[in-house]
């Protein structure tokens, strides 16, 4: 009921931030359930204590899809991610068995994290080379790198046997300074989203194109996350 009523989203905040813990939600928003919600036995007794305006000395978790635009609405508070739903390397290891295809587009350097930039050179791609507005592309197939590039100064393009042997007939990436642009030929279909970022294109082995992007200029998470406010 509560599901339904509050929806999945919140629900999953309330399950997921620690015990004791002071959740904040908009005033105005979900109308007066949160409240309510936060007032059931199962709730109460995890001492978890929902408020409707920014708390004062205290830390605070809260849902959020955009983290910049947050951390220009609290100034006062250090942003974290707590929980995130949809997280790069979550999204990576679930398509590793297939053919995945990233194409950076602007800048994709600003937040992909060390655990990220790792999690590629595990793969066989020195991500950690990766700079402001570089050009980036790479394909990796069932869990090994087939190829990468980066480049500092001009557009990284990505041709040849090996490609064209998945179906893949070029892959274009542009950091700002050098184009700005991502396109990821399959076919003869550019299947890019084409958004600042990382965009990825993952070859299902039954042929079914899956296409999405995080903006890790911004954040390395897609859709929503717990965030933890800590006062600085």
């Known amino acids: 009921l509560f599901t339904k009523i509050l929806g999945q989203e919140m629900v999953w905040m309330f399950d997921e931030v620690p015990d004791d813990s002071t959740v904040y939600v908009i005033r105005g928003r979900y109308g007066k359930y949160p409240n309510i919600y936060a007032g059931m036995p199962w709730i109460r007794k995890r001492g978890i204590r929902c408020v409707r305006s920014v708390p004062k000395k205290t830390n605070f978790f809260f849902l959020s899809r955009d983290i910049e635009k947050d951390r220009s609405r609290y100034p006062d508070y250090q942003l974290n991610v707590y929980r995130a ?29 060390k655990k990220s930039r790792a999690f590629f050179s595990q793969l ?34 990505l041709v040849g046997q090996p490609l064209r042997n998945r179906g893949i007939d070029q892959i274009i990436s542009a950091g700002r300074d050098t184009g700005n642009t991502s396109k990821i030929i399959i076919n003869g279909q550019n299947v890019s989203p084409d958004r600042r970022g990382l965009n990825i294109v993952i070859k299902k082995q039954n042929q079914k194109i899956i296409a999405t992007f995080f903006d890790t200029f911004k954040q390395e998470w897609n859709g929503l996350a717990i965030l933890k406010a800590q006062q600085n």
């Open 85 to 113: 739903d949809h997280k790069l390397i979550d999204f990576l290891r679930k398509y590793l068995h297939d053919t995945i295809i990233i194409s950076a587009k602007d800048d994709a350097s600003q937040h992909l994290s």
């Open 124 to 157: 066989g791609i020195p991500l950690t080379q990766l700079k402001f507005r570089d050009s980036f592309a790479c394909v990796l197939d069932k869990g090994q790198a087939l190829v990468w590039k980066i480049s500092h100064s001009s557009p990284v393009i």
